[in-house]
């Protein structure tokens, strides 16, 4: 059974840092495509970053150069690492794989609503 377990996570000051983890079981994460989303409530399902198989890793222009999207091969865990985080990330943030072409990009709302596997999701709050 396929599964991605999520970890990290909670409450950071402005400025802050926070590491979110997404660990899968059943799941290469090494070859396969994977993305980190976030949703508001009463806002949509977006896209925060992206990495594929192969070739570049996508993120957002909202969080280019605040937030890296790494790979442990050896846990079969990727991380997405907050740096200087705000108060516009605040959300509950999703780890996914295995979605279809177009979901990757333009994921339906809420966030697991796409067919793939998807992490249980974990609060992040940004707030002094």
């Known amino acids: 059974e396929y599964q991605l377990l999520q970890s990290g996570g909670g409450s950071v000051q402005p400025g802050g840092s926070l590491r979110l983890s997404c660990t899968a079981s059943g799941v290469p994460l090494g070859v396969s495509a994977m993305a980190w989303y976030r949703q508001v409530p009463g806002q949509k399902c977006e896209l925060v970053a992206r990495?594929?198989?192969?070739?570049?890793?996508y993120v957002d222009d909202s969080v280019k150069g605040r937030f890296t999207l790494s790979l442990d091969n050896a846990k079969n865990t990727v991380y997405l690492q907050m740096e200087r985080v705000k108060p516009e990330d605040t959300a509950v943030y999703y780890c996914a794989t295995g979605l279809q072409a177009r979901a990757w990009f333009l994921p339906a709302t809420p966030c697991g609503k796409d067919s793939g596997y998807w992490g249980q999701g974990t609060q992040v709050t940004v707030s002094s």
């Open positions: 990495r594929p198989s192969d070739g570049f890793t």
